[in-house]
Nanobody
């Protein structure tokens, strides 16, 4: 059974930083692409960042480029999302996802397992 568990969310003042982690089990992590998505209240789920299984290819939503960094540690079966210069509009529940044979890191349809999410709240 594939499981993904996010952690690291919380309450942070605008301009601050958080690092999200997503620990996975039940799948060969090193063969899986990983993605971060988010859903804000009243809005659709949106792509945040993705990383290929070998870690060379990354992709980011325009709204987070230059502020967020996705990385992975295959030895720990964990993917990270370093979030800097946070803004109130980054407030959302953040989800990690995993997929095999992902062609488009930005597409939620490419991922077949999802975590339960972790809340990030940014206040002024």
């Amino acid at each position: 059974q594939v499981q993904l568990v996010e952690s690291g969310g919380g309450l942070v003042q605008a301009g601050g930083s958080l690092r999200l982690s997503c620990s996975t089990s039940g799948r060969t992590f090193s063969s899986s692409a990983m993605g971060w998505f988010r859903r804000a209240p009243g809005r659709e789920r949106e792509f945040v960042a993705g990383i290929s299984w070998y870690g060379v290819t990354t992709d980011y939503a325009d709204s987070v480029k230059g502020r967020f960094t996705i990385s992975r540690d295959n030895a720990k079966n964990t993917v990270y999302l370093q979030m800097n210069s946070l803004k109130p509009e980054d407030t959302a529940v953040y989800y990690c996802a995993t997929g095999i044979g992902v062609r488009f890191l930005w597409s939620p349809r490419e991922y077949d397992y999802w975590g339960q999410g972790t809340q990030v709240t940014v206040f002024l």
